[in-house]
Nanobody, 112 residues
Framework: QVQLVESGGGLVQPGGSLRLSCAAS????????MGWFRQAPGKQRELVAT???????NYADSVKGRFTISRDIGKNTVYLQMNSLKPEDTAVYYC??????WGQGTQVTVSS
């Protein structure tokens, strides 16, 4: 099994920054693809960014240029650096690993 624990969420003003972390433990050796998702109240969970073990990244159009996904293989951790945050970024952010592994979620609220 794989366990994922997110941290780093909180309240930030528009234009501010946050860095989310997702620490993986357990049988992490088979993981070669990770993603960040988010879900706002009343909305479907949506893909934010993905990264492969080799470091290839992809982003949703809504966050491209503002968010950066990265990983530290030695620490079994993936990060989501979020800059220029907007109120529409407000959501619970989840770390995901194939096929069925999810973190507990961390709340990000962007408000003045």
């Amino acid at each position: 099994q794989v366990q994922l624990v997110e941290s780093g969420g909180g309240l930030v003003q528009p234009g501010g920054s946050l860095r989310l972390s997702c620490a993986a433990s357990g049988n992490i050796f088979s993981i070669n693809f990770m993603g960040w998702f988010r879900q706002a109240p009343g909305k479907q969970r949506e893909l934010v960014a993905t990264i492969t073990r080799g470091g290839i990244t992809n982003y949703a159009d809504s966050v491209k240029g503002r968010f950066t996904i990265s990983r530290d293989i030695g620490k079994n951790t993936v990060y989501l650096q979020m800059n220029s945050l907007k109120p529409e970024d407000t959501a619970v952010y989840y770390c995901h690993a194939p096929i069925r592994y999810w973190g507990q979620g961390t709340q990000v609220t962007v408000s003045s």
